[in-house]
C-alpha cells in the first residue's frame, strides 16, 4: 500500500495522457480558466448534446484548466462571441474523424451586439427593446463600453443574453 502511481501523470512528462474522453466528430473548448468550466458547458450545451467535462486538470501554461468537449457540434459565431466574454484565453479545436483539422483562440470581437446586458440599470438597452452593443475597450481584463450609456465595465460584470 505504500507504492501509489498517480491517477493522472502530469501532462507535460507524458503528453499522450488524455484527461478526458477523446471525440469523434465536434467541438472541444480547451484552457478555460477553472472557474469557468461550468459556466462555459452550460453556455455551450443544449438538451441532447453529448457534453465531456475537465475541471481542474494540470496544465503547463495555467496551472490548472477546464476542457469542455461536445459531441457532434461546431460552435457557430454567435456562441463563440459569448465564450469570448466568459473565457476570452480559451482555445478551440475542431474535430473531425478523431483529427483535430482547425484549432484557435477564441475570436474576440470588436463589438459584443445583443450578446450580452449592459450593467447599468438605467442603460436605455434594459428598459426598451433595443439591441445592446458593446464595444471592446481592453482585452486584459476584458473591459467594454456600451455605446448608447457610454459607461464601461468588465466583462465579468456582464449577463450574457
Not at 39 to 46: C, E, G, H, I, Q
Not at 67 to 85: M, N, P, Q, W
Not at 90 to 115: C, G, N, W, Y
Not at 146 to 160: F, G, K, N, V
Request: net charge positive; glycine share 4%.
Amino acid at each position: 500500500m505504500g507504492d501509489h502511481q498517480p491517477i493522472d501523470p502530469p501532462t507535460s512528462t507524458n503528453p499522450r495522457v488524455r484527461q478526458v474522453e477523446a471525440i469523434l466528430h465536434g467541438t472541444v473548448i480547451d484552457h478555460i480558466p477553472g472557474h469557468m468550466t461550468l459556466k462555459v458547458a452550460n453556455l455551450l450545451a443544449r438538451e441532447n448534446d453529448q457534453v465531456s467535462i475537465g475541471m481542474n486538470l494540470r496544465s503547463a501554461r495555467m496551472g490548472r484548466k477546464g476542457v469542455v468537449k461536445i459531441s457532434g457540434r461546431e460552435l457557430d459565431a454567435r456562441t463563440l462571441s459569448r465564450l469570448a466574454l466568459i473565457a476570452p484565453s480559451a482555445s478551440v479545436s475542431i474535430i473531425r474523424d478523431t483529427q483535430v483539422v482547425q484549432k484557435f483562440t477564441v475570436p474576440m470581437p470588436k463589438l459584443f451586439e445583443d450578446i450580452a446586458r449592459c450593467a447599468n440599470p438605467n442603460c436605455v438597452t434594459n428598459h426598451e427593446k433595443w439591441t445592446s452593443r458593446l464595444e471592446v475597450v481592453s482585452a486584459d481584463p476584458l473591459t467594454v463600453t456600451c455605446i448608447y450609456c457610454e459607461r464601461s465595465y468588465p466583462a465579468t460584470d456582464l449577463a450574457l443574453l
